[in-house]
């Protein structure tokens, strides 16, 4: 490696250091003010609050990164601008692409980092976050929690328009005690109930006890049949119904694709399924913007470095910054929304202004 490259390579990593120390430190003060009233009339442990805020910095790192890399790319070549710096390298006859090879390899290896966070690290953090917040609101999580060997109050979509409602799961011994499941027609009206004691999942089939299966007229319930003992066919396995639903940040990328292909095959709730493909693919397209952000970071901040002062860079920069996220989350909100495909939807910022900033990139020496 050249003398230059760690030269550039050192001073973006410091500029970027203290850019997202600064932007960390914004979200953390606006996310303070904005919970200190529950903090004040809930009065939580001071350890529930500070859980909250260490499990909720990962994600706010996360969220800033992107920006931060444009920040940090313009003030880094605004500082070699002003020192002259970017002259004296080049008068050795080296060129702009070659001067900032290193910030754009950086700025795909931060793409992949910001990948792998969101996969490994993210989705368990989140749903800490997600769990304190009720806390800190003095309010107790409505979603089942599992514990090593069991899970209570459950509700489950399955196959076939069937919702599932479940009392107590013991995994140990493949039990469910209290059963209803309550089957929908093709145009999602209620037609049928059945209510059981116990169910226990033995050798691959159901076996129902203490039954009753209700039909419904349009105005009441009318029994159809009672049992003592009955093999009924599911669609679903034990292990379908010991997985927890979550949102979608708190799953990664290849179990948010799984529930989705369950999902689809269910037949139902078609809203959620659109809005979860769309989650799917942000997954991949958010990392993509640090990259976006170098690509088009370079050349804008070569263009802008001519005006005097840096106050002119920064409000540029930032009406850029805030351009894409607001282009990105619109697009997010048509794709909920149905009115986008989901891969328009969260990949059309990631496209539009990568192929702007790669075009502008590669025409840096016109």
């Not at 070659?98 to 931060?110: C, D, M, Q, S």
């Not at 379908?240 to 639903?245: A, G, L, W, Y």
């Amino acid at each position: 490696m050249k003398v230059f490259d760690k030269y550039v390579i050192r001073e973006f990593l410091r500029t970027l250091g203290v850019t997202v120390l600064i932007f960390l430190s914004v979200y953390l003060i606006a996310d303070m003010f904005e919970r200190m009233d529950d903090i004040i009339e809930n009065q939580p442990f001071a350890t529930i609050v500070l859980n909250y805020y260490i499990y909720k910095i990962p994600s706010m790192i996360f969220n800033v990164f992107p920006f931060a890399m444009l920040f940090a790319v313009l003030l880094t070549i605004r500082n070699f601008i002003i020192h002259n710096e970017l002259i004296a390298i080049r008068s050795n006859a080296i060129t702009l692409y070659r001067i900032f090879k290193p910030i754009v390899i950086l700025g795909i290896l931060a793409s992949f980092l910001t990948l792998g966070v969101n996969e490994l690290i993210l989705p368990f953090t989140n749903q800490k976050v997600h769990d304190l917040g009720y806390v800190l609101k003095g309010k107790k999580n409505p979603a089942y929690k599992p514990s090593k060997n069991s899970i209570q109050q459950l509700w489950y979509r399955g196959a076939g328009n069937r919702f599932y409602n479940m009392d107590l799961l013991i995994r140990s011994a493949k039990e469910i005690d209290k059963m209803t499941i309550f089957t929908l027609d093709k145009n999602y009206q209620l037609k049928e109930r059945l209510d059981a004691e116990k169910v226990l999942y033995q050798n691959g089939k159901w076996v129902f006890f203490d039954g009753v299966i209700r039909i419904f007229t349009g105005e009441n319930w009318v029994t159809r049949d009672r049992f003592v003992m009955r093999v009924l066919p599911l669609k679903e396995t034990f292990s379908d119904f010991m997985r927890v639903e979550k949102k979608s940040e708190e799953m990664p990328f290849l179990e948010l694709k799984a529930y989705l292909e369950r999902l689809k095959r269910s037949g139902i709730a078609p809203d959620q399924y659109r809005t979860y493909v769309v989650d799917l693919y942000s997954k991949l397209s958010i990392p993509a913007a640090c990259a976006v952000m170098v690509l088009l970071g370079i050349p804008f901040a070569l263009k802008t470095g001519r005006y005097k002062g840096t106050a002119v860079g920064v409000a540029l920069s930032i009406a850029l910054g805030f351009s894409y996220w607001i282009i990105y989350y619109v697009g997010i909100s048509l794709g909920h929304g149905g009115s986008l495909p989901p891969v328009i939807a969260s990949f059309a910022p990631a496209v539009i202004f990568g192929a702007i900033g790669t075009y502008s990139f590669i025409h840096l020496e016109d």
